[in-house]
Nanobody, 113 residues
Framework: QVQLVESGGGLVQPGGSLRLSCVFS????????MAWYRQAPGEQRELVAS???????AYSSAVKGRFIISRDNPKNMVYLQMNSLEPEDTAVYYC???????WGQGTRVTVSS
């Protein structure tokens, strides 16, 4: 059974950076597309970025040019590098395995001065 565990959230000032990590517990990680979602207080969960098995990436318009999704297949890891953070990026960030429809527990990111 696939499990996902995120880490790397925290409090950061506007303009700062954070890198989120997600470890995939399961087999054949390299063949699965992965994604990062986020959910701000009082809002619906929204797609932030995705990465295919061939490392083709896609981003929401809100984060394009600021965030970078990547994967390390030998380590079963997917990352979200977040730069130029804004208060509007404050949310709980979730790692998601698209094929398995499995979510991580989330990691909280707060952007505030």
């Amino acid at each position: 059974q696939v499990q996902l565990v995120e880490s790397g959230g925290g409090l950061v000032q506007p303009g700062g950076s954070l890198r989120l990590s997600c470890v995939f517990s399961g087999t054949f990680f390299s063949i699965y597309a992965m994604a990062w979602y986020r959910q701000a207080p009082g809002e619906q969960r929204e797609l932030v970025a995705s990465i295919s098995s061939a490392s083709i990436t896609a981003y929401s318009s809100a984060v394009k040019g600021r965030f970078i999704i990547s994967r390390d297949n030998p380590k079963n890891m997917v990352y979200l590098q977040m730069n130029s953070l804004e208060p509007e990026d404050t949310a709980v960030y979730y790692c998601y395995s698209i094929y398995h429809d499995v979510w991580g527990q989330g990691t909280r990111v707060t952007v505030s001065s």
